[in-house]
């Protein structure tokens, strides 16, 4: 028997390498496809070409009217996860600088979150500065709180 040891290079110079096998592998068609149809990075996109299906920032479908990052406010849907289920929220966004700013509203189940929704999307149609309408979300979250 003649196995070869730690120190022993006849043995591996000797035998030839072997031969790999080529088998067809799907996933490599799969990454071809991908790259064929890749996007640009910040370009806007159909939800149903999105790669990730499971998101849980902004879930709105109609960005391709108004992407969010080219507005200074917008009003966004969020989940969080407790206990594996997922709870949606709305809340109200503005940039100022390089920093989004975020207030909540509620859930989307309430109606007075519903409400604050209309009232907010109102605001920023009529042109009202993202400060002007933190004051309202803010005046209708204490005129809330001293109703109860």
Not at 65 to 80: F, G, L, M, N, R
């Amino acid at each position: 028997m003649n196995q070869p040891t730690l120190f022993d290079l006849e043995a591996f110079t000797k035998t030839s390498p072997p031969t790999p096998v080529y088998a067809y592998d799907p996933f490599w068609d799969e990454l071809e496809t991908v790259a064929q149809n890749s996007h640009n990075v910040g370009e806007q996109i159909l939800e149903s070409e999105s790669p990730c299906k499971n998101v849980g920032e902004q879930v709105v479908t109609d960005t391709l009217k108004s992407a969010p990052q080219h507005d200074t406010h917008w009003i966004e849907e969020y989940w969080v996860e407790r206990c594996s289920h997922k709870y949606w929220y709305y809340r109200y966004c503005w940039m100022q600088g390089r920093k989004i700013h975020r207030r909540y509203l509620g859930s989307v189940n309430s109606v007075i979150a519903k409400n604050k929704k209309a009232d907010v999307e109102i605001a920023i149609s009529d042109g009202h500065s993202p400060q002007e309408i933190e004051k309202l979300i803010r005046q209708q979250r204490d005129h809330s709180r001293s109703q109860s």
